[in-house]
């Protein structure tokens, strides 16, 4: 089996995770074309986990996660400003590093599985070391590898429970499947969305 230098056999703190994983170049290593460095959280004190697919062209230019329309479209959800949004999640995402365009010239390209299970090492570790009280997985592809479901609709705007934690998904904010364009989802995401707020305020009192 093929040892990465990048990372160790076990993490106590994010903050020794953070400096290994902003250097990961696994997937590089593996013969994958991405675009960008990993990008980075300045906060490690969070409460809560952000789960989305993969950072976009401009969270991949900053290094730091849901900077471009589609984070301003989910802190608009959430309510929550820029500094209170950092404060508040660390973000994760099931890859790391700008995947660069899809082949097809639309959107950006899917992370493979075997980069999908590379960079699962990260959120093992973060979550294990973090334990957060909320998590809330982003789109298809972070709602399918976290709780193991398939199709939105189907669980949009309810709550699970994961290994103690509340999870609640979100579709992804950037709308690109078409899938917020129909108004019953529009009203689902909105459920959800008062759910996570809900979450986080009894977080905040707790
Ligand atoms: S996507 Fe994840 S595993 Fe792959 S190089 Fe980036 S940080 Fe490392």
């Not at 709602?143 to 609640?168: E, N, V």
Request: aromatic share 8%; charged share 25%; glycine share 10%.
């Amino acid at each position: 089996m093929r040892v990465y230098h990048d990372r160790r056999a076990s993490y106590r703190s994010l903050a020794s995770l953070q400096r290994d994983l902003q250097a990961c170049r696994a997937c590089i290593e593996a013969g994958f074309p991405l675009e960008s460095w990993p990008v980075r959280n300045e906060h490690l004190r969070q409460r809560a986990y952000m789960y989305g697919q993969a950072p976009g062209i401009v969270e991949g230019q900053e290094r730091r996660p849901w900077r471009g329309r589609a984070g301003q479209t989910l802190r608009r959800w959430l309510d929550l400003d820029e500094d209170e949004f950092y404060a508040t999640f660390y973000c994760a995402s099931v890859t790391r590093c700008y995947p660069g365009r899809a082949p097809s010239g639309r959107g950006d390209r899917t992370p493979t599985p075997r980069e999908q299970e590379l960079c699962a090492f990260w959120s093992e570790w973060e979550l294990r070391i973090l334990r957060p009280k909320l998590i809330v997985p982003v789109g298809g592809l972070a709602i399918r590898r976290l709780l193991g479901i398939t199709g939105l609709a189907s669980c949009i705007g309810s709550r699970y429970d994961l290994d103690g934690a509340t999870a609640i998904p979100l579709p992804h904010p950037s709308g690109a499947s078409g899938w917020l364009n129909s108004p019953a989802n529009r009203e689902l995401t909105a459920k959800a969305a008062e759910l996570v707020r809900a979450e986080l305020s009894g977080l905040l009192r707790g």
